[in-house]
């Protein structure tokens, strides 16, 4: 048994029988079955990486005089956009996700760390938004060029 089956197996004891105090009991079904939600994503989240090990998807930027659009298709934690925007060559930069297609969340390192749902159903890897806040901010060097 997993750790994944060992969790789902600790909800599932925890619930009283229906006649026995039937608030108990729709508490206790409620936390099994979001449990069970939250145990299914991560398992196919996991199966997802060894089927489909890469996701392409493309980046944009645009600049109007000093200032700077960069699209996103997904939508990046606060603070890989703050990155983008210490990094442009801009005066101003506006940061805008889930353009053109929507992804996923994609932490950032720390919101890995600290786990919670856009962490534990996130298909992409630790440090993968500041490896695209780097090539967005690389995008806005090249247009400034």
Excluded: W
């Amino acid at each position: 048994m997993n750790a994944c089956e060992r969790k789902l197996e600790e909800l599932k004891s925890r619930i009283p029988e229906p006649g026995e105090d039937p608030l108990r009991y729709r508490e206790a079904m409620s936390r099994y079955q979001s449990g069970k939600n939250r145990v299914e994503g991560i398992l196919h989240k996991y199966k997802q990486q060894f089927e489909t090990p890469t996701i392409p998807f493309e980046t944009h930027a645009l600049a109007i005089g000093d200032v700077a659009f960069v699209g996103a298709p997904e939508e990046m934690f606060d603070t890989n956009g703050k990155q983008i925007k210490d990094g442009s060559p801009f005066k101003m930069t506006f940061v805008l996700t889930c353009t053109n297609e929507r992804y996923a969340y994609i932490p950032s390192a720390l919101g890995f760390r600290n786990g919670g749902y856009s962490a534990d159903l996130c298909r992409f890897a630790p440090g993968t938004g500041e490896l695209l806040a780097n090539n967005y901010v690389n995008l806005l060097e090249e247009l400034k060029q």
